[in-house]
């Protein structure tokens, strides 16, 4: 048995959460960016003046970028069905995990966000409601959408709609997983190409992980998936059953696991190099033993919230040499607020139509080189405060666009980082020029 505390403990930031969010009545609002000067400025920025601009998008509907706030805004839609680590509480209760990521995404990326949760019976209605959005913004982030609900959607608004989208559960993650992965093998020496990896839980996470991983390099033969069935393999006769419902489980029963491993996660991980577990809150979900019996200097990314399958402690004691979290209280935070804002700067500012696995693991490579240059000691991921790597996720993502014929503005690496580097400082300078004329209070004294 693993004794180790849980770190719920005098100071939990719920606590103080809650008392902060009733105070401040949520996160985000609505401020001008023109000049109002007197009244007659009305007439510029509403009627009559307005009717100018809008018959210049008539004509030529691509000044919209030009004319409106489209290029830097963004929509996150979510239906409540599975937030964070609570599940399906709905999409009341999802909102301030909305406004959340869009104070991340303003803060860290410049990015202008608003939180969309919609109340819908089917997935069907979310995506034509995702699909109605489409002319008042430049993309849309999915976030915190149920399986496999949450496949279908990316899939089909992807190939649909002519601005990027993206599911931060799936390809966030992905990306951050990639990078933190990339460093840990440096750590203990060895190949993407020539190690076992064991995924603990199959959903959103851990589905597009994988398919990252193939993208990078890795054998997929040497891939063991779990779920709550067990292992995925062939014979798992209950998803090839439900394949039209969980295509993805059941590309992954097809595909992995050459050695047809049976069982559970103790099976999984037997000899395993690597264990990426995205699966159900610990800290017993993955036990100590199990940890023991992997390979040598074994690489376990335990990133359940609030509590990981195992505690990086217990972890450490039982042989993993390079152990990372979802927590930003534990070392090497696995964070998808370190690919999200950059990846969206870098689209918005070339116009891109989609966002690829290419440009993802080019924001990864960018993410692992920097904590690389500054010392893996420090951790294998840059953290939420080293903003610096923003702009060149922004610009790597935005040269991967070009590249790849997706972007309708081509600019040069030097004016990408540059533009965003500007807007970023810009938003965040917003915030403390608020905060200096206390506009934004300061938090009340208890």
């Not at 030097?414 to 209070?441: G, K, N």
Request: proline content about 7%.
């Amino acid at each position: 048995m693993n004794s180790q505390p849980s770190p719920q403990r005098k100071g939990d930031p719920s606590v103080e959460s809650l008392r902060l969010h009733s105070f401040y009545r949520g996160k985000v609002q609505v401020v001008p960016k023109v000049p109002i000067r007197e009244l007659r400025d009305f007439a510029l920025w509403y009627t009559p003046g307005v009717a100018a601009a809008s018959r210049a998008i008539a004509d030529d509907p691509d000044l919209v970028f030009e004319h409106t706030n489209k290029a830097n805004s963004i929509a996150i839609v979510s239906d409540g069905s599975r937030v964070l680590g609570l599940g399906d509480i709905g999409p009341e209760a999802g909102l301030p995990v909305m406004e959340g990521k869009a104070l991340l995404f303003k803060y860290l990326g410049g990015v202008d966000a608003v939180p969309i949760c919609v109340e819908t019976s089917t997935i069907d209605d979310l995506i034509a409601l995702a699909q109605h959005l489409q002319p008042s913004f430049g993309g849309i982030n999915l976030e915190d959408i149920a399986q496999p609900g949450c496949f279908e959607a990316l899939d089909r608004l992807r190939s649909t709609l002519r601005i990027p989208v993206w599911h931060d559960d799936q390809q966030g993650t992905a990306t951050v997983v990639v990078a933190a992965l990339t460093n840990a093998l440096e750590v203990v020496d060895k190949a993407l190409h020539d190690v076992d990896i064991t995924l603990v839980g199959i959903g959103a996470a851990n589905v597009a992980t994988l398919r990252l991983l193939v993208a990078a390099g890795i054998n997929p033969a040497r891939v063991v998936a779990c779920d709550r069935g067990g292992t995925l393999h062939p014979r798992r006769t209950d998803l090839e059953q439900r394949q039209r419902e969980y295509p993805d489980k059941w590309r992954i029963c097809q595909t992995t696991n050459a050695r047809g491993v049976t069982g559970g996660i103790a099976e999984a991980l037997a000899h395993s190099d690597v264990c990426l577990a995205f699966s159900e809150p610990g800290p017993e979900t993955i036990r100590p033993e199990w940890i023991a019996a992997m390979a040598s200097d074994p690489i376990v990314f335990a990133c359940a919230n609030p509590v990981p399958e195992i505690w990086p402690a217990a972890a450490t004691k039982a042989g993993a040499r390079v152990v990372g979290t979802g927590r930003s209280d534990f070392p090497n935070q696995v964070n998808n607020s370190l690919a999200f804002p950059g990846i969206f700067r870098g689209v918005l500012d070339v116009r891109a139509r989609s966002i690829t696995d290419e440009m993802a693991l080019a924001a990864a490579d960018v993410l692992a080189r920097f904590a690389r240059e500054r010392g893996l000691e420090h951790g294998l991921l840059p953290t939420m405060t080293e903003w610096e790597v923003v702009p060149l996720v922004a610009a790597a993502t935005a040269l991967t666009a070009q590249r790849q014929g997706l972007a309708a503005v081509t600019k040069t690496e030097e004016a990408l980082v540059r533009d965003a580097r500007w807007t970023i400082s810009e938003a965040r300078r917003t915030t403390e020029v608020l905060m200096d004329a206390h506009i934004i209070p300061p938090p009340p004294t208890v």
